[in-house]
């Protein structure tokens, strides 16, 4: 089993960039896909990034292409999601989530782990 716990949330204005972090536990962690998903007030939770177990594969939301980058760190059971360029409507509670398996997969259906998220608030 894995918990997970995001950090590094917070205010910051539109064009500007955060890098959120998800300390995981237990040592199964280099096993799991991460991604990460984030709910927009009144609006469903949706996929953002995931990676794959290796670190080898990695696939984005359209929205973010080119502009988030989802790493981890195996060694320090640590996954991270650079965000470069928010726009406010990027504001949301963002979620760090695993899925067993190696594959990177978009699906939230798929995440089994998930933690309590963090807030990132994107002024105009």
């Known amino acids: 089993q894995v918990q997970l716990v995001e950090s590094g949330g917070g205010l910051v204005q539109a064009g500007g960039s955060l890098r959120l972090s998800c300390a995981a536990s237990?040592?199964?962690?280099?096993?799991?896909?991460m991604g990460w998903f984030r709910q927009a007030p009144g609006k469903e939770c949706v996929f953002v990034a995931a990676?794959?177990?290796?670190?080898?594969?990695?696939i984005y939301a359209d929205s973010v292409k080119g502009r988030f980058t989802i790493s981890r760190d195996n060694a320090k059971n640590m996954v991270y999601l650079q965000m470069n360029n928010l726009n406010p409507e990027e504001t949301a509670i963002y979620y760090c989530?695993?899925?067993?398996?190696?594959?990177?997969?978009?699906?939230?259906?798929?995440?089994?782990?998930w933690g309590q998220g963090t807030q990132v608030t994107v002024s105009s």
């Open positions: 989530a695993g899925a067993v398996g190696p594959i990177a997969t978009s699906m939230s259906s798929q995440y089994h782990y």
């Open positions: 237990g040592r199964t962690f280099r096993t799991y896909v």
């Open positions: 990676l794959s177990a290796s670190g080898s594969m990695t």
